[in-house]
């Protein structure tokens, strides 16, 4: 069984038990992924490469939603994050004038404390999350969203944040160009 | 699938982000940290949307997906703002709000 | 699905175009602002014509609405049905039976008129799970009908107009003020450097407070209430460049502020002891039928109170008034005369069984609003005689006569106060705007001892309209101010024979006492302004038609609009027919409102005196009198003087001490900016001091002296080298142990973050292990 048709059927809804087992062997990779390229993202003293662990990180995102049947969000996350973000915080690096080879100056010497808050909040996180939802499944049974629902839902219930959000885009943009604007 | 493999992912990648955020000088790459923490959050309204068969997780997602672009705007403009005045972006530099 | 409609059949609800699209009168304003403000710069006038025609239209509706409103309550009945015996007649088809058997608001004539969309809902709709299967079916069961019950914590907003005699009647007065304040300011604000501004802020102020009139859920009160707030205060600092006017605008922004807590909160109570809804008559209804207790509605009155005080100018928080006057002068009309200071006493109006059962007026003898009201009338009197500004006087002479307004509420003379705001609308217009013409006319100077004296035969006709004002706030027979202070002091029941709700003998008195003090600092105010010699350099001229007409149309409307009210013993005596006498209370008061508050509790409408009216006019003539003998004595001597150098004030340390007291405002700005916010600023930073010097510097320290000891010891036993080691070392970990407990204060957003997280963390760990 190959991932193409796995995915296939998890955007069907119904998944076979060996279906059910790639799926779940597709999600630790790409949680693993996910977790290795985020740690190297925030530890790596390259810039350029920490943009490019964080592409992977988005990547894995990206292959969690196809999982969950959240196709559209998959490829928008694609679209948007990879494409259009990334580009973004790569022109960051090189209107700041970054070091492109390894940089020994980007950690903060007390980073320490960062792990501890980080490691704290992960406990309690994960703590709380497996004594609320312990052994809960998801369903699989269901039909997947698709992306007419998902088209349906933004435009008759959630049209007013929708709105607002474009409004909010458009503010963002002005704000970005006022701000940095040379004058 | 359990509900909590992919919240515990989402813990994960959100206590890696705010580990950045903390931890990095550079401004730019605590941008990229606060990306990976309204990721993580996405995770979880995916994730959740599933759960409840409930197709607004995901579009709350993509709410979300915007409002990271709108923040990643704004955010890198005030980070090229700093460097402009201050030749750096160390944000550890930027202490103006010292008591 | 509301109150009215579940009277339908038993009571008559009037129907008209008028009342069904009565949301036509906030919205023209409103798109007037959004017209200004996008196009107002290129359009011929600036904006102007947009604003005056949109509020005059506004005005020609509000018009026709008030006369198809008196038109149904005059073919409803009118003044005849208005006997006991009639009431007592058709009391029996009126005592309505709700669904759950108890009774509801009877309404024999002025019901509301209600008009409501759902604005949003939470948790209401019916085809989305949200909360569970078997809840979301049973919403799709109750369907539209869920509406304040919800499900589960779903609650849904409505959102529409409310008409009824006290809307109506607000609408009348605020489009009338502001449709003359529009017109008046093209002149006065003509070449403004921020024209075009100021008439798009009008407008929405105008439009917020017409929102706020016509609310029909306590939500949607809330959103006018802020929006009113809002607007005043961009309209308050409209010269912001000068710091004393930014400041009085955030002065009026944050006192408000301080209300406003108390309002949320007794909505919030209100909603939920009320039965989930927002419901202006539901909640009302709820009040009344008892379905709230007592104490409930004590607690949520006295929350409300606060709010009122805020917005409404009442002693405490009376002290950002004053100093709003730094807006231009036709804002301080139209807050002071019409919109943002009524909004207070409109609430109590509007929720008024909620504040009657709440604070038990019924037979009482003093309470909160009552008293609120009294020390505010007196208080406001009094400061009102130390001011140089004439502004000012005119300020505090409004907290004074809002006073009022809550002490006739307080005292259950619902219609004596309405009766009054509307008339102390007209004639406190008439002098706000007749100031700003006599500013206009003296270089923008609004001293009466520097720049002013002698006006009026310079300005005839901004002199004999401010006098007219002036007779009508002082209550001088016939003018409008003499009907509604008479009812509300005949309201108190104090003076025997009224047969008032109770006996209110403290408001009673200190109402007396202000009808004394409004004329003696009234007669002041004109004699410094007009009389005597002028003092000012400017060369005063009258100010031109645009701002002399409407300080006559108010005048005009100053004398009159007293008729409305008239006692029926004072009609029958002069030989009308009883259909003149109290009209106003037809046709504001819901006929309901006698029996609004329950059967055997219902208050009446005292019977008025003749005997307190000669009292309370005579305190009032004699007041003034005494002060104008005390001026013509002083020019006698002196022209130029505007006070005995050797006054009373300079012979008598008593009186010194009062009138610095008096100058200094009761000392209550130095209260809350010295006292309370000083004093809270103070400690917490001589604290953090404190902690720094001797927590911190005590641990930097006491490490240093233990390592000193260490060193030492060390010297002592081990050799010279080992010894300065030691002492390095120590001495290095003393000053890092010090950076790092001084971290907190670096202004590194990285560790401030730190903190937030791991606190966030901590608390979330206290919550899931805690609870």
Known sequence: MTLATILAQAADGALTETGQWVANVFFYVMAAVAIAAGLKMVTTANVVHAALYLLVVLSAVAGTYVILGAEFAAVTQVLVYLGAIMVLLLFGVMLTRAKLGTDDDLDHEQRWIGALVAAAMFAVMSYSVIEAFGTEELPLTQQPQTTQQVADEIFSTYIVPFEALSVLLLAALIGAVVVARRD | ?99 | MFAVEEFTGEVVVYSSWFYDNVWLIPALPAASFLIILLFGKRLPYKGAEVGITAVLAAFGLALLTTFTWIADIETDGGAESHSEEAMAASGPELAVEAEDGKEGLKFSRGAPVINEVEWFGIGTDANRVTLGAEEGAAAADGDADDHGEGFGGGFSIPIGTLVDGQSVMLLFVVTFISSLVHIYSTDYVHGDRRFTHYYAFLSLFTASMLFMVLSSSTIQLIVGWELVGVCSFALIGHWWEEKPNSDAALKAFLTNRVGDIGLLVGMTILYFAAGRTFSIPEINEAAVAGDIGQGTLLISSLCLMAAVMSKSGQFILHTWLPDAMAGPTPVSALIHAATMVVAGVYLIGRLYPVFYEGFGIAGGSINAMAFIGGLTTVGGGLLAFVQRDIKKVLAYSTVSQLGYMVLALGVGAYTAGMFHLFTHAFFKACLFLGAGSVSHACHHSFDMKADMGGLRTYMPKTFWTFIIGTAALAGIPPLAGFWSKDEILVGTGAFPGTDGNGTFTIPFIFGLITAALTAAYMTRCVWLTFFGEYRGHAHPHESGPRITVPLIILAVMAVWVGFLNMPTAFVESVGLGSGWAHKFEDWVEPEGVATFVGGANGFTHAKPSLLLAIVATGLGLAAGLIVWRYYTALYAKDPKATEYSDGLASRNSLAAAGHRVLEQKYYLDHLYTDVVAGGTKGPLARAAYWFNQNVLDGVVNAAGYVSTLVGRFVYRYIDQGVVDRAVNVSGQSASESGRFLRRIQTGQVREYASLMFGAAAVLAAVFIFAF
């Open chain 2, 1 to 99: 699938m359990f509900l909590n493999q992919f919240l515990l992912l989402a813990a994960a990648l959100f206590c890696i982000g705010v580990y950045g955020v903390l931890a990095r000088r550079n401004g730019v790459l605590v941008l990229m940290s606060i990306e990976l923490i309204l990721n993580s959050v996405n995770i979880n309204l995916v994730a959740f949307g599933a759960y409840h068969g409930d197709v607004s997780g995901q579009v709350f997602a993509l709410f979300i997906i915007g409002v990271a672009a709108a923040e990643v705007g704004v955010g890198l403009a005030i980070v090229l703002l700093i460097y402009r005045n201050r030749r750096s972006i160390d944000v550890a530099e930027a202490n103006l709000l010292k008591g």
